[in-house]
């Protein structure tokens, strides 16, 4: 991991860009974090649309978090932003476009290969990701996963010793391998729903959280479309993560 | 309205217990509440168990409610308490024993019979608490409605005008022409539901959940059985109140 920038933020939030190989990625480190008082560290996800365009999203919540005594971060996905596309997954994404706009169901075969090679990719990259900022002198765990493709964050769930607690979003197609591997997780989730995400099965989603394997697990659902969660939905997550890693 | 007894509770917390006609009640005041800062008041629901059994869920709801600068107010459900037996109720709870017992299903016959007569009766006397509570000078609106037999809140939220949001436990059993009155709840809704309530079919609560007319509205879903609605949930409560009534 290499440090290829730093700028001070408003709200003496640090914002650090990194490499991991070709693989580009962003630490939000709030002020207060130091040697002898190093933060708890919550990885951003985010859908496949390049860390550039997403990066307005990423570092609004990045500052909440920030505001709760966390540091943030995040990498580009495979195939997304600058790094090279993965061709199993465009031509998944061209037959996916081809399907809704000829009003056909989205099979699974089409979910799987828009998703599964990007889980594949995703995680083990989000993995080398945290050997590189939990080695930080100024950040520790344990640590949390929030947003992104729901996929990757239930096969970081279950591969990744050092999360301790996820927010999770359904919002985007999910695997039957993936609903499976689920029953798996066993660490707290906190889990949001828009009722009418125009993009997303509401049953399926409701059947994802209800596969979930963890003792403690919540749905919030919220009114509104994929990209309408309100406000207020997104403090009760920094609460969740507030609740179970502080 | 009738007040019949004052007591100072720790934390500054004045309870008031008042009759309305032969309906026995209770005030819960916060001492910050003056007559030139009267605070918004909240209702609690309960399930017909009676007041005196219900007291210490109560009065730790109204102690909750009460930090964050709300007056709570319940009065004894038809039927419960001290207050006469409603046969037709009390023969529909016998049919439900018994199909329970029988491992029948519950039909919607017995649904009807169990809840319709308790909505009928009590919204009035809700409603003429209300004004009661209303005229002292110490509470004002905007009022909220929190917890009990969901389909009271249901009617409450359709009938009064001057509840102006609500919290619902969807725990109980809703006869299908609530569901319909369901469509036509506008003012702003949060709903709990505990996932794996053993008297309670999570599929009729999404349903209802779904039916509500209401722009915003957000369901908070849970582990665990009917009594076991988490400690952070009930925060999630009070936050919703405090972002809707202050």
Redesign the interface.
Known sequence: MQFTSERHLDDGLVEHEFTLGEIPGILWMPASASVSAPVPLILLGHPPLGLRTMYPRLAARARHSAAEGFATATIELPGSGDRPRVPAVEQARADLRRAMAAGEPVSDEIVDALILPLVEKAVPEWQAALDGLLSLPETDGPVGYSGGVISIGIRLAVAEPRIAAAGLFAGSFVPRSMVEEARQVTIPLHVLLQ?DDEGNDRQAA?DL??AFG??????????GGHTGV?E??G??VA??FT?HLK
């Open positions: 009722w409701l959280f209800d963890s003792k403690e697990k919540t749905l919030h659902a919220n009114m309100p207020f939905a403090e009760a609460q969740f609740r």
